[in-house]
Every structure is written in structure tokens, then in C-alpha cells.
């Protein structure tokens, strides 16, 4: 019943020109960045740690909860099985793992990463990195690469070159480059009386960071904006007009969370503009619901409209989608597994759909057609490609990837 679906499906879309085989194997060649912070609520692995700051929160106690690097990646690998395709994992500089020694952040070296790096190997993963500016004693006051003292900035400024040296050296060690994104909490709550001054010497530190040249074949450097965040409702030093301009002069790469706009503002229609003038982009698709909450991502209409900018516009291969989401008030496992699932699967929405004559509607002014034809692929059996790929791909099919998790949860996550 299902193969007849599907291949009933196939017309449909042959019709229109989509080859259904090619979409397959142009979606399998797709990685996604997936967040390692979702499987502990963001919490690290570091000897002397500090709670959770920067104005970024999550709630909900959902048992099972990662305590250790290898629970982690045991649940990271769970997830994993569960997920069509081969990705990549993204770390935080406070998921370094120092054997109960108390490591400053401004001293990691590529060493604390190791088991992370043995581990990317054995699973044929990528890694990207992160530095990690929040939940620390020195970033206590919202403040770090603006901060006016500067034996606090340069402590943070250390903190990132030591952070490029770790991507460097995992993307030397996996043969893939790792996308090492700074980003910082930096603002104030209320209203402040100079925006300039924090900005220049956010400048000023991020030109001492990057004062190095790595060779991008290891390590490619990402600054990522934000518009507020709790306690910065008012100002962030690291806005959008500041990161645009500073990757756009520096040749580096700009990060679009989506949930870091104003709550109706939605970036998938940043993304036309900015392949413009960059070579690359990246971005942390999230979910804000009514701000930055950072729910786990679903498969709704800005998703499948920022897929269908990345597909329609042959930028696959240019913007590196990764997920930034956290949830502790359901099943951690599941929260990576309907992210990333719907990540693809926006994915494969945007190429089942007949973009190039989409186009050419558009040019010829047939904007009843443009509508009428968007509007009713909305009801194509998408589905039963979906499922298709999900088989090829060896994963389950559907919900049934559901009970695996629950089995999960029985006998590991509810022995934690
Ligand atoms: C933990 C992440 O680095 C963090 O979520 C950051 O990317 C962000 O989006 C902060 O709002
Ligand atoms: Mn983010």
C-alpha cells in the first residue's frame, strides 16, 4: 500500500518535472548542524559550573536529562539513528571534558575535546564549536567582549582564539570544516545612555580574535546577532546592523537565529538578500513563540519558506543550517528527532515543488497561477515521499520511530 502511494506520488510530481530520485539523492547529500545542548538543558560538563546566564533559559524537568559526556553522546546517537541522513554535531566550548581538572576557559586546549573528536570518527560526523560567553562568574554582569573592564574583555578575547584553535582542530582531524560561531549575550535591561562605546570595543575584540588567519579548510569563523534577550530587553551590543557590518568588512560569516528578530520579523527573507553579498551563510533555526523562546522547531510555514529559499536558489551548498533549540519539558531524544526531522523534511518540501516555473509566473506577472499552484501543492501526497525517503534512508517510517524513543526512555533515560 505504501510503495503504491508512493509511486502514485511519483507522477504526480514527474508531472511537473521533479525527478523524485534526484530529490532523494540531492537531500541525502544535506547535513545538519544538531545542537548538543538539547540533550542537557544546555548545563556543560565543566569541574567548576556556573547556571545557566546570558538571558537564555529553559524549563520544564523532564527526567533523564544527560549528567555526562558519554550520556550525551549516548543520547546524541540515539537521536541520530532516528534522523534520515548523515550530520554534524555542534558543541559549546563548556561541553570540554578536563578529567575533574579545573580548566579556564581562556586556557582549553584541542585535548579536552578528544573524545568528542574519537567519537565524530567512529560515527562519520562533522563537528562545529562554539565559545562559550554565558554562565560564568565573569560574565555575571550580561557584559564580555564589550565589557569596560578590560581584564574581563581580554579574558573573553583569549576564551575565542582559544575557541578557533579547537575548530581548527577538528576540522583538521575530520576532514570537514567546523563552523566556530561567536556569539554573546552582551546588552543592558534598560535604556542605555551610550550604544556607541559597547559596540566599539566589541569591534575592537573581535578583531583580536580574528587577528590570526586560520585556513578555512579547518576552521570557518560565524558571528551571530541577536536583537534582545532576558535581562537585554532594551539593548544588545551584538545587533544585526553590527554583525552585518562586521562579517560583511571581515569576510566572515553571518549567523541568523531565527528567533532573534523582532517577533513577526522572519529571516527567511533575509536569506535572498544576504546570498548576495556573502559567500556563505548560517543559521540557527529555532522557534520563537512570542519571543526568543527557543521551542523546538516544527514543520510551519516560515520553516518550509526558509527551506524553499535555500532550495529554490541552488544554495544548498552556501548556508549551513544548524538548530538551536531547548526543551526540558518533554523527552530530550524526541525534541532532536522532531527538529531535525522537520528540518529535512521542510527540505524536501521545497524540492518537491516546481520552483523554476514558480519563477517564471512570478516574471510574467501570472500571479493568479504563482497562488493557485502553491496553494494546491500544499495537498500533493508529500507525505508519501516523505515516508519513502525516510525508508531508503533506513530510518522509521512515520511515528514509529516513537517507540524506539519511549523504549529509550524505559531503559536508560528513567534509570538516570
Ligand atoms: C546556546 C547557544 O549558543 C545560544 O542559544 C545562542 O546561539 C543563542 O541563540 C542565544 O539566544
Ligand atoms: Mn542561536
Not at 83 to 100: C, S
Not at 265 to 281: H, M, P, V
Not at 354 to 359: A, F, M, S, T, V
Not at 378 to 384: I, V
Request: with cysteine; aromatic share 12%; net charge negative.
Amino acid at each position: 500500500m505504501r510503495k503504491e502511494n508512493f509511486d502514485r506520488a511519483k507522477q504526480d510530481y514527474e508531472k511537473w518535472g521533479i525527478n523524485v530520485d534526484e530529490v532523494f539523492h540531492q537531500l541525502k547529500s544535506v547535513s545538519i548542524s544538531i545542537h548538543c545542548w538539547q540533550g542537557d538543558d544546555v548545563s556543560g560538563f565543566e569541574v567548576k559550573k556556573a547556571e545557566l546566564s546570558g538571558g537564555i533559559d529553559v524549563t520544564g524537568n523532564y527526567p533523564g536529562k544527560a549528567r555526562t559526556p558519554e550520556e550525551l553522546r549516548q543520547d546524541l546517537e540515539k537521536a541520530l539513528s532516528l534522523i534520515p541522513g548523515k550530520h554534524r554535531v555542534n558543541l559549546h566550548a563548556m561541553y570540554a571534558e578536563t578529567k575533574g581538572k579545573v580548566v579556564e576557559r581562556d586556557e582549553l586546549e584541542p585535548e579536552y575535546f578528544g573524545n568528542w573528536v574519537n567519537w565524530a570518527k567512529e560515527h562519520g560526523l562533522g563537528l562545529d564549536f562554539n565559545p562559550t560567553l554565558f554562565s560564568h562568574e565573569k560574565a555575571a554582569d550580561g557584559l564580555t567582549l564589550s565589557h569596560p573592564n578590560e581584564e574581563i574583555r581580554q579574558f573573553w578575547i583569549r576564551h575565542c582564539i582559544a575557541s578557533r584553535k579547537i575548530g581548527e582542530y577538528f576540522g583538521k582531524q575530520l576532514g570537514t570544516p567546523c563552523l566556530t560561531n561567536i556569539w554573546i549575550p552582551d546588552g543592558y535591561k534598560d535604556i542605555p545612555s551610550d550604544r556607541l562605546t559597547p559596540r566599539q570595543r566589541l569591534k575592537d575584540s573581535l578583531d583580536q580574535i580574528f587577528a590570526e588567519e586560520i585556513d578555512e579548510t579547518y576552521n570557518i569563523d560565524a558571528v551571530e546577532s541577536k536583537l534582545f534577550g532576558i535581562g537585554s530587553e532594551s539593548y544588545v551590543v551584538g545587533s544585526h546592523e553590527f554583525y552585518l557590518g562586521y562579517a560583511l568588512t571581515n569576510k566572515k560569516v553571518y549567523l541568523l537565529d531565527t528567533g532573534h528578530f523582532h517577533p513577526t520579523e522572519t529571516i527567511s527573507n533575509k536569506i535572498s538578500a544576504l546570498l548576495l553579498y556573502f559567500d556563505k551563510l548560517a543559521l540557527h533555526v529555532s522557534r520563537p513563540v512570542r519571543w526568543d523562546s527557543d521551542h523546538v522547531v516544527i514543520f510551519d510555514e516560515e520553516l518550509r519558506e526558509i527551506a524553499l529559499e535555500i532550495v529554490r536558489n541552488q544554495a544548498l551548498e552556501r548556508v549551513m543550517i544548524g538548530l538551536d533549540f531547548f526543551d526540558a519539558s518533554i523527552n530530550r531524544i524526541a525534541a532532536w528527532v522532531i527538529g531535525t526531522r522537520n528540518m529535512i523534511k521542510a527540505l524536501l518540501y521545497a524540492m518537491l515543488m516546481p520552483n523554476d516555473y514558480l519563477k517564471q509566473l512570478q516574471e510574467s506577472g501570472n500571479f493568479t497561477e504563482r497562488l493557485a499552484l502553491i496553494e494546491e501543492f500544499k495537498t500533493y501526497p508529500f507525505g508519501a515521499v516523505w515516508d519513502a525517503y525516510c525508508d531508503y534512508m533506513g530510518v522509521p517510517v512515520r511515528e514509529t520511530w516513537l517507540e524506539e524513543v519511549k523504549k529509550y526512555e524505559q531503559e536508560v533515560l528513567r534509570k538516570r
